[in-house]
């Protein structure tokens, strides 16, 4: 049986020190493709731990693909190079239910500042009902007082840098800040000379179409943000579209299509839910390296809000090749009213926008650059962050026991509630989707259906799987929600 | 001989009402093309005012290109139809003394807030020397208490509104601050629902390539700011230049050119500082009015800082057929790393820009928007601007008084120096202008010349006509720039 010492675990919980030592023995070839592991209370007893640490390591293991489990038989190790990955059947795919597992957060280490998070405030007024499809923050969310604190210190004591110039890439000061919290929170090693600061990822597609060039053929997910889609549209590239299987996107599609740039969100896909297995990872990075126009735009866009276990590892960490630019934004962890995004380029392509680009002036207020930079640094980021998941978390189960104990139980699946701040609802009714969301509408209810983000692969436009994006909801509207969609079924 | 009555002039000052009758007459046809108009003396003495007041609203009427001067003949209505107007070689154009006047300032109603702006006060550490060619403001002019306080209230009183997502086109309180700012102070009735916000005229540029199409050709201004250039050229578009002469673009070369968009700066032109003529004006609307896709871009970029007269009015003011997209942002007006801009749509593009482009989300913060929005609504806009017009008046008259009683005067012409923040400065010299920039450099100086900014017209690499952007260099510095201008020349 195998064995890990727990000795010098360091300021790992025991879950996490797991999780690495398995996957540690995977990647150097110790345990080998195939292999059963042991099952969990076997495991758990030989190394004097609870099953909970133990189910815990697998969970994280299996979200990030390196094993894979047979239901009644086991867990296996993931075989890399030829994947056991499931079929490419979009439908049968990521609703495989050998992936959902529900397990306590008891173990999980959670810096709990704030827990009257969930309070009486600001009822939604979109379109006079409640609006399960918007990116709103509820207003007590946003620490203003702080960021109205830093403002202030930054006009006080920065006027005359704030009057310079900024570099055509942004504040060197918040570079750093954001390469400090990559290496903090993602374990990324990043130079600040290779990040640009942008309004929003939007404006910094446009950047990366003017580097890449037009002629290539850029790669989306299908489904996908049809937003991403409409920018690039709107710029009249060509796109191709790869569809999502339940390990990522379908790298023989991939291979076949003639797309240069692959435009991804291998953390948390939206809207499936899905989080690219480290198989199909490897394959995308070998893939990339194939040709020397291909790149991988890693979009991170809600890694952050992973709600169980650790933040899924960025396809980044492991590009030893250049090959990913990576993405994010403050919109999700801040607000998407504060219009700050960044990407980190390959050193070569650093140089190309140096060289090509950097004529451009940066598209952030000198001012808000400053304030996110004192933000980020001074700590109140992390704080931010680890009291929004932890608000999440319980806006998340606070629903999900709501509709576990409401009519609607018997009548639907939960599927992907575990990262980002949506899960998906899959219903069990003879409306179509459209039917659907028309009479949520009538009942004051705005939602989304996966069908509506299917873009070339029309797979079902009847699936009935709700998109429940609860960031923006107040935990009093829970149970005129579960009412609402209770109405409609 | 020609009579107005002063009895009527409302909040007008005499020269005010003056050029507005004399501009009617025009207008309306009692005064006719080629006729002559009463000499300055006589026209005072018969209208009982003081020949200064004749003097500036002439000055005025020349600036527009209403009226035209022949040396020691008069002044003369221009034809519009016919303009009267020089020819197209740029080097004798632009520079044609006709069109130069120096003239008092003291008729000029100014709303002087702050007498002692001009003070000791941060040196440029650009390069360690002083910097002519940066568009840096010196941190002692911007409003920080005053965008301070007001941010505070904003963060204070307007959270739910921070938090919620914008129109696309931006803040509808600041879209409408906007429109009451352009008509006060540009006379032009707008539309808020016409204006659109972005992060920077250079993010604007790139949706009105997206609105109007790839296959449009942009005409620009030749010589002119080598940005847009690169950003058209960036973005792939099709370009063709077109040359500039003392009344405008050159109409004969753009009428022949393939040109269906044109980008110009008709209210003051960078680098020349000509100002387009009204008959250019009016021909430029004719040519857009001939072809469904053609339009004119106006790029007003710094008509709050013409220093004698009245700002030149907006060619958006005469557009009777929608055919002028209206473009200025606050870089010139209070900050450049504030990064907020705006355009103003014809009625049928700004449909276009909704159907099609407003899912993009706005690139400028929620926060500043409103900052700007209530800075602008109470007044305060207004007063820095006439308090930062009265400060550049002031740094530019000591800079042209250093001048003219420096061993410079007798081997300089000071030229276009009564709008916008630089005036040019034509050097006798037999030295090169690529030996002035490198000798202007040795001695701590970074300058840019007029050779530098010519496009596909390169009409004389050696011209000698430094530009002399004022805008960010300290009073104390004035005799250290003199006397290193002394010294290369």
Known sequence: ????????????????????????????????????????????????????????????????????????????????????????????????????????????????????????????????GINLTANHINADNFPFSIWSKLIREVISNEKSSLMSPLPSAGSYELRCAIAKHLLD?????????????????EYLYSIIIQLMGRKLVYGLEDPGYKKISKIYNSHKVACTYIPITGSGINMDILKESNADIMHISPSHHFPTGIVTSVGTRYKLLEW??????RYIIE?????????????????????????VIYMNSFSKSLSSTIRISYMVLPA???????????????????????????????????????????????LRDALLNAIRKSPLNSNCTILEENSGLHFLLK???????????????????????????????????NEHIIIINYSGIDANNIDSIIEKLCQII
Request: net charge negative.
């Open 185 to 201: 929170y993602r374990g990324l090693k990043v130079n600040p000379e290779q990040i640009i600061i942008g309004a929003g990822t």
């Open 427 to 461: 219903i069990n009714t003879n409306k179509s989707d459209a039917q659907l969301k028309e009479d949520a509408k009538s009942n004051g209810l705005i939602i989304s259906c996966m069908s509506d983000y299917y873009m070339h692969h029309h797979v079902n436009d």
């Open 288 to 293: 990339a390296n194939e040709n020397k126009a």
């Open 299 to 323: 979009d991170d866009y809600d890694s952050e809000f992973r709600l169980v276990g650790k933040p899924i590892p960025a396809l980044l960490g492991i590009d030893t090749n250049k090959k």
């Open 348 to 394: 070569q392509l650093m140089k190309k926008y140096n060289e090509t680009l950097s004529f451009y002036s940066c598209t952030v207020s000198a001012f808000e650059q400053a304030t996110l930079a004192k933000f980020i640094s001074e700590g109140y980021f992390e704080k931010h962050i680890n009291r929004m998941r932890n608000y999440y978390r319980k």
């Open 1 to 128: 049986m195998l064995t890990y010492s727990f000795e010098d675990i360091g300021n790992d919980t025991l879950y996490e020190h797991l999780y690495k030592a398995v996957k540690n023995d995977i990647l150097n070839g110790t345990l080998t493709p195939m292999q059963k592991l042991p099952s969990k209370r076997s495991f758990a007893k030989n190394l004097s731990i609870s099953t909970i640490t133990v189910e815990n390591a697998y969970s994280q293991l299996l979200a990030e693909g390196y094993i894979f489990s047979i239901p009644k038989k086991g867990y296996y190790v993931s075989n890399f190079s030829n994947p056991l990955l499931p079929n490419t059947d979009i439908k049968s795919d990521f609703h495989n239910t050998d992936t959902i597992h529900n397990f306590s957060n008891d173990d999980i280490k959670v810096n709990s500042l704030d827990t009257s998070i969930i309070n009486d405030h600001d009822t939604l007024k979109d379109a006079g």
